[in-house]
C-alpha cells in the first residue's frame, strides 16, 4: 500500500516536472520566434494560395484539433484573413473535420489511452451516463457551454455511446456561436490593422463595426448561459 502511493506521489511529481518543462519551453519558442508574428504570416500566406487557400487552412486547422493545438488563434486569423462569412465558413469545416478526426481516433485508434486520462474525473462519469441516455444532445450542449477542454473533449467523445452522426452534427451546431464570435473580433483586428494603408473609416461605420460585436458578444454570452443551465439538468 505505502509503496503504491510512494510510486502514485513520484508519477504526480514526474507529471508535474514535465508540464513545467513543457510550459517553460513553450514559453520560450513563442518568445524566441515571435509565435503571433509568425502565425500573422502563415495566414497571410495561406490567403494569397487562392483556391487553395481554403483548403491549406481546413488542414491545418484539423492537425491543430488532433494534436491538442489550442485553435483559438487560427479563428480569430480566419477573422482577419477570409473575413466573416468565409472565415466562419471555413472554420466551422476545419472545426468540425478535426473533432471528428479526434472522435474516431479516441473511438478506435487509443480507446485505452484516452480512458485512462478521463477515468478518474467524477464529471466526465456524469457525463458518460448522460451520453448514453440523450446522445447527441449533450454533445450539444456541451459544446455551447463546454465543461471540457475543447481538444480532449473530441477524443473523450468517442468512448462514449454517442453516434459519429449525432457528434458531427450536434459538433458543428454548437461550436457555432463561439466561432462567429471568435472570427467577427479577428474581423475587426483585420480592419483596424488596414486603416494605415487604407481609407479611414467613418464614425457609422466604426459604430456599425462595434455594435455587430457587442451585439454578437452578448448573443453568444447569452446562448452559452442557458446551455450551462441546460447541462447541469441533465447533469
Known sequence: MAGTRQEQKRSAVWKLSLAGIMGA????LAIRFDLRELLRASLE???????????????VYILASVLFVPASLLTIGAGAVFGIVRGTVYV?????????????????????????????NAKFAAIDDAVGREGGKIVLLMRLSPVFPFNL???????????????????AVG?????????????VVGNLAAM??????T????????TGLVATMVVTLFITRLARRALKAKL
Open 92 to 120: 466551422i469545416v476545419g472545426a468540425t473535420l478535426g473533432a471528428t478526426a479526434a472522435f474516431l481516433v479516441g473511438r478506435y485508434l487509443a480507446r485505452e489511452w484516452v480512458a485512462q486520462r478521463i477515468e478518474r
Open 203 to 210: 464614425a457609422g461605420e466604426w459604430a456599425l463595426l462595434g
Open 196 to 201: 494605415s494603408s487604407a481609407r479611414r473609416r
Open 25 to 28: 519551453l513553450a514559453l520560450f
Open 45 to 59: 500566406w495561406i490567403s494569397e494560395r487562392g483556391v487553395w487557400g481554403p483548403v491549406i487552412f481546413v488542414l
Open 175 to 187: 461550436m457555432l456561436p463561439g466561432t462567429i464570435l471568435y472570427v467577427y473580433i479577428g474581423s
Open 153 to 171: 473533449l473530441n477524443y473523450a467523445f468517442g468512448i462514449t455511446k454517442v453516434s459519429l452522426g449525432a457528434y458531427l452534427v450536434a459538433s
